[in-house]
């Protein structure tokens, strides 16, 4: 996996190029935002690291300026800002994870191979979760061999979810992405779709895949009742 570093921290820097270069991974180092986002503009990287408080253009900013460029490379935020507001805006930004500092290396090493997975679930035309099935081309979904009927939306939602799984989605990128509105303050439109979906994908089965993070929004995945399972 070839990352790109954006943090102007010198000792932060040098902890995780040490350890991510141990393991295996290539990484690439900038301290300051105009040219992290020139690096990520002009280069290949899977993954970005990105602090929000760093030189020149902050890290939203440099977020904006990749996804309205239509630069979609998975990006970590990891950061001190740890209000629920700040998680919300670096989601809503279309950042996929968001990480505290002080923070745990081996967790954000699984926050990575989430990342990798994701990346390569998103080029699959048929992706299996657990004992569910969603044809892409097909537009089907099937859990256990029972075919699940669904809406044209509650299947664009779905398949937002499943092909990034482990991203948490707040309610106002899935108004964009799924309806293409700009989500109203208090609306629960969003919260209504996803009920009906859960109704039918999830509520049937012992095992469940929507899971709500609480004050962001959702996240779609198996947990460890799937993991134990060795799926």
Known sequence: ??????????????????????????????NNGNEGKWLALTQHYDVIILDVMIPGING??????????????????????????????????????????????????????????????????VIKVDNMELDLLGHSVHRCGRRIDLTPKEFALLALLARRQGEVFSRSRIAERVWDIILEKNSNIIDVHIRRLRSKLDDPFDVKLIHT??????????????AARGN
């Not at 921290?9 to 180092?29: A, C, D, F, M, N």
């Open 213 to 226: 993070v609480r004050e962001i929004g959702y996240v779609f995945e198996c947990r460890k009742d799937c």
């Open 60 to 125: 939203w900013e440099v977020l904006r300026g990749l996804r309205k460029s239509g630069n979609e490379t998975p990006v970590i935020f990891l950061t001190a800002r740890d209000s629920v507001d700040d998680r919300v805006k670096g989601l809503e930004l279309g950042a996929n994870d968001y990480v505290v500092k002080p923070f745990s290396f081996s967790e954000l090493l699984a926050r990575l191979r989430t990342i990798s997975r994701y990346t390569a679930i998103i080029h699959q035309d």
């Open 1 to 30: 996996m070839n990352i790109l570093l954006v943090e102007d921290e010198e000792v932060t820097v040098q902890y995780l190029s040490k350890g991510l270069k141990e393991r295996g991974y290539s990484i690439k180092v900038s």
